[in-house]
């Protein structure tokens, strides 16, 4: 099965993050379906050790933190755009993913994490400069991250369906 560890984001930020994104809306641009944006803190990918893993993580600790979504961005640059994202600021998302990237050593390919949304995925090259301008601080919201889940991806003709596997929970109170 494909898996990915992800923190699930509220109701609210998905919104604003979706009504983003239909400003880009045109051929060539496939939007994140609003029910599945989500932060990945590791994508493994095919696996069918997902009871091993889910030991693993289940050792992870971490206390509630605040995060806010803010800017947008492309990976990987203006030139040659990929991916549409939305930023996250928060130091205590980049030491969780270390923690998880960590205890998953060894599965799947890439290591390296960066804190963002991805809102768009791009199949052909367009111009996104002034789109990029005018979202390059705007600020989607804060929330807190008080948990994050082992995630299954199904891919079928109408886009990705996402089914959590488990749950891990932050103990205790904010760090």
């Known amino acids: 099965m494909r898996l990915f560890v992800a923190v699930p984001l509220p109701e609210k930020v998905k919104k604003k993050l979706a009504e983003l994104g ?36 289940r050792e992870i600790r971490f206390n509630k933190f605040a995060c806010a979504a803010k800017g947008a961005g492309v990976f990987p640059n203006e030139n040659y755009i990929r991916v549409v994202w939305a930023g996250l600021e928060s130091e205590e998302l980049n030491l969780l993913a270390k923690k998880v990237i960590g205890a998953l050593h060894g599965y799947g390919k890439d290591d390296r994490f960066s804190a963002h949304v991805t809102i768009a995925r791009v199949k052909q090259k367009i111009d996104l400069k002034s789109f990029l301008e005018k979202h390059k601080d705007e600020d989607f919201g804060s929330f807190e991250i008080s948990s994050f889940d082992l995630m299954q991806s199904e891919l079928g003709g109408d886009g990705p369906k996402y ?10 109170k904010d760090a």
């Open 22 to 57: 239909k400003e880009i809306e045109q051929d060539g641009i496939k939007l994140v379906e609003p029910e599945n944006i989500h932060i990945t803190l590791k994508f493994i990918g095919e696996s069918s050790e997902a009871a091993h893993i889910e030991k693993k993580l």
């Open 163 to 172: 089914t959590t596997l488990a749950s891990f929970q932050a103990e205790g």
